[in-house]
């Protein structure tokens, strides 16, 4: 069954630093979304692309985040200047058509110290 | 009110046991919802779409109540396998691809 892959799985970086965080999603989906999640909190919307641009943003994604779609299957999430409180999982989602099913990827953990 | 609402729980209860959870959404046009579950540390992973007419699947059934802008989700014969938490989630209507999320209802099921 196809599922949505991300890498890495866990990682940890200093404060400031810029970080990418990958995504590999459904290869027949169009649509593609990040969410994150804060240890103990709910699954948060940041972003959704589609036909190689932002489709929607959610006011957590301000100008420190930016993603892209530099080749034909990754999707990637940039963050520039990472900060302690974005320490989260972040998850990658893909799905073929609007409002239809949204299938996660596993997650990286992001650690800011 | 906040978009989507659910009882955080938790509930425990005993293997074989039959469990309902209740989901509130603020947004009358919205217009796709979803069970999804999450294990501990683990991805969302979607249960099931729940439709205007009711569906089931297996042991679980799911109904929406547009009018009272309520959706559930009834396990019966739990197993301990359902152990995790369940999360409502619902599109917004005016940006179809922004998806809200519940914050979820932990189920602990116990032999």
């Known amino acids: 069954e196809p599922e949505v892959t991300q890498t890495p799985s866990h990682q940890v970086t200093q404060m400031g630093q810029e970080v990418i965080l990958r995504c590999v999603p459904i290869?027949?989906?169009?649509?593609f979304y990040w969410y994150r999640q804060i240890l103990g909190q709910k699954v948060e919307f940041l972003v959704s692309f589609y036909n190689n641009e932002i489709s929607e943003k959610s006011e957590i994604f301000d100008d420190q985040f930016s993603v892209e779609r530099p080749d034909g299957s990754n999707f990637t999430l940039k963050i520039r200047s990472t900060k302690l409180e974005d320490s989260a999982m972040y998850f990658c989602?893909?799905?073929?058509?609007?409002?239809?099913?949204?299938?996660f990827g596993p997650g990286t953990r992001l650690t800011v110290l | 009110r906040k978009e989507v609402e659910q009882d955080p729980g938790p509930f425990n209860v005993p293997e074989g046991a039959t469990v309902a959870f209740n989901c509130t959404y603020s947004?009358?046009?919205?217009?796709?919802f979803f069970w999804y579950r999450q294990d501990c540390r683990k991805e969302p992973k979607l249960l099931m779409s729940v439709y205007s007419s009711g569906n089931e699947d297996g042991r679980f059934t799911a109904q929406l109540n547009r009018a009272s802008q309520y959706i559930s989700l009834l396990i019966r014969d739990s197993k301990l396998s359902d152990s995790a938490t369940y999360l409502c989630v619902v599109n917004r209507v005016d940006n179809n691809n922004d998806m809200r999320f519940g914050a979820g209802t932990r189920l602990t099921v116990k032999p």
């Open positions: 290869s027949n989906h169009l649509y």
């Open positions: 947004n009358s046009a919205s217009q796709s």
């Open positions: 989602a893909s799905s073929v058509a609007l409002r239809d099913t949204q299938y």
